[in-house]
């Protein structure tokens, strides 16, 4: 099975900040990697699809990259409704698909 | 826009089957390259793929749960169910359906319901 595991676990920002948080695959994924955004008591939100691919109506500031095993999502500037739980996906072993375990994002 | 409903009861008892049904609107279930599936994530967890169904009824699911679940599609009432057998208290959690759009090129989760929460207890 391929494993996912994303950095870091959590972490607080501010309101402007860059951020960045990392997802890598056990093995290569090539670029079956997708990233959610959940919100307390909602479903999750698809915003990147195939590493780098924007899903329709997310904002510009909202970008992935890689390939391979490693992966990132970048918020370049960081707004009040990004803070959420952020998750990586890979869908490269379908029909087995696999969540990574999450990244926390917070207000510092 | 494709729309998605749970629906079910949110306590079922231990041992007993865990059923919900999801209703999709906006779109044809049967519409090409979409794939139908359920989700769950424990209370302050992280997300568990279940299974998936096709329109035609081709299914597939979580090795970790094969032996207890099953999906079913009803394309006339454009939904498809969930079927969880001898549950336990480790299968409380917040159940989602969710469409899977598959191509040679990308597969991701484009569509979910809201989410049910499924508590097991006597």
């Known amino acids: 099975d391929i494993q996912m595991t994303q950095s870091p676990a959590s972490l607080s920002a501010s309101v402007g900040d860059r951020v960045t948080i990392t997802c890598r695959a056990s093995?290569?994924?090539?670029?079956?990697l997708n990233w959610y955004q959940q919100k307390p008591g909602k479903a999750p939100k698809l915003l990147i699809y195939?590493?780098?691919n924007l899903q329709s109506g997310v904002p510009s500031r909202f970008s992935g990259s890689g390939s391979g095993t490693d992966f990132t999502l970048t918020i370049s500037s960081l707004q009040p409704e990004d803070f959420a739980t952020y998750y990586c996906q890979q869908s490269y072993s379908a029909p087995l698909f696999a969540f990574g375990p999450g990244t926390k994002v917070d207000i510092k | 826009q494709v729309q998605l409903q749970e629906s079910g009861p949110g306590l079922v008892k231990p041992s007993q089957t865990l059923s919900l049904t999801c209703i999709v609107s906006?779109?044809?279930?049967?519409?090409?390259?979409?794939?139908w599936s359920w989700i769950r994530q424990h209370p302050g967890k992280g997300l568990e793929w279940i299974g998936y169904i096709s329109y035609s009824g081709s299914t597939y699911y979580n090795p970790s749960l094969k032996s207890r679940v099953s999906i079913s599609v009803d394309t006339s009432k454009n939904q498809f169910s969930l079927k969880l057998n001898s549950v336990t208290a480790a299968d409380t959690a917040v159940y989602y359906c969710?469409?899977?759009?598959?191509?040679?090129?990308?597969?991701?989760?484009?569509?979910w319901g809201q989410g049910t929460l499924v508590t097991v207890s006597s």
């Open positions: 093995q290569s994924i090539f670029n079956y």
């Open positions: 906006g779109d044809s279930i049967s519409s090409g390259g979409y794939y």
């Open positions: 969710a469409s899977l759009y598959s191509s040679s090129r990308v597969r991701y989760f484009d569509y």
């Open positions: 195939a590493a780098s």
